[in-house]
T-cell receptor, first 115, second 113 residues
Framework: GAVVSQHPSWVICKSGTSVKIECRSLDFQATTMFWYRQFPKQSLMLMATSNEGSKATYEQGVEKDKFLINHASLTLSTLTVTSAHPEDSSFYIC???????????FGPGTRLTVT | QQQVKQSPQSLIVQKGGIPIINCAYENTAFDYFPWYQQFPGKGPALLIAIRPDVSEKKEGRFTISFNKSAKQFSLHIMDSQPGDSATYFCAASKGQAGTALIFGKGTTLSVSS
């Protein structure tokens, strides 16, 4: 299968600071990437769709000014959690479909803890 | 409104057993149905997927059964092993390739030795 990486794998930050998470497709180009959030023992909830060269599309209830998404190249999308608060602590996972394919490949996830 | 309903929430089987996980959907526009396996602290890994034009697909020990008229699909794991202990998610998407997935709530499987 295709490879999607994320960095960092885990991060601890203080309340009020911002954190950037990177998602890279390593062996294919991805014009679209997706960002999900997963709370403990829960399912994956779609946060936003990241489109290369254009603005991201956010799901209802997701604050676009708080979760900034930038898809600057065909292999990289970033999610920045601005002014993070403890309730933002979660497991953030990106995915990317290989071009023209229904199959989506997920990154290993980033564990964010806000203290 | 939950678009993909998954059951059971948890499942315990003995080694060699055949756990079955079920999912149901309402939106007839869904046309791609994958199953993912997730271990604690890891991202989901694609196991197997099916499209509505077939009723069954098998890959190794994993089989998807699909019932279009009932809007249901299920995952069967043959000869289950302790290493299969994980959380399994069904999902669905609609429209063109590469659209967002809608996930079920997940099933935690434990395979005892």
């Amino acid at each position: 299968g295709a490879v999607v990486s994320q960095h960092p794998s885990w991060v601890i930050c203080k309340s009020g600071t911002s954190v950037k998470i990177e998602c890279r497709s390593l062996d294919f180009q991805a014009t679209t990437m997706f960002w999900y959030r997963q709370f403990p023992k829960q399912s994956l909830m779609l946060m936003a769709t990241s489109n290369e060269g254009s603005k991201a599309t956010y799901e209802q209830g997701v604050e676009k000014d708080k979760f900034l998404i930038n898809h600057a190249s065909l292999t990289l999308s970033t999610l920045t959690v601005t002014s993070a608060h403890p309730e933002d602590s979660s497991f953030y996972i990106c995915s990317a479909p290989r071009g023209g394919s229904y199959e989506q490949y997920f990154g290993p996830g980033t564990r964010l803890t806000v203290t | 409104q939950q678009q993909v309903k998954q059951s059971p929430q948890s499942l315990i089987v003995q080694k060699g057993g055949i756990p079955i996980i079920n999912c149901a959907y309402e939106n007839t526009a869904f046309d791609y149905f994958p199953w993912y396996q997730q271990f604690p602290g890891k991202g989901p890994a694609l196991l197997i997927a099916i499209r509505p034009d077939v009723s069954e697909k098998k890959e190794g020990r994993f089989t998807i059964s699909f019932n279009k008229s009932a809007k249901q699909f299920s995952l069967h794991i043959m000869d289950s092993q302790p290493g299969d202990s994980a959380t399994y998610f069904c999902a669905a998407s609609k429209g063109q390739a590469g659209t967002a997935l809608i996930f079920g709530k997940g099933t935690t499987l434990s395979v005892s030795s």
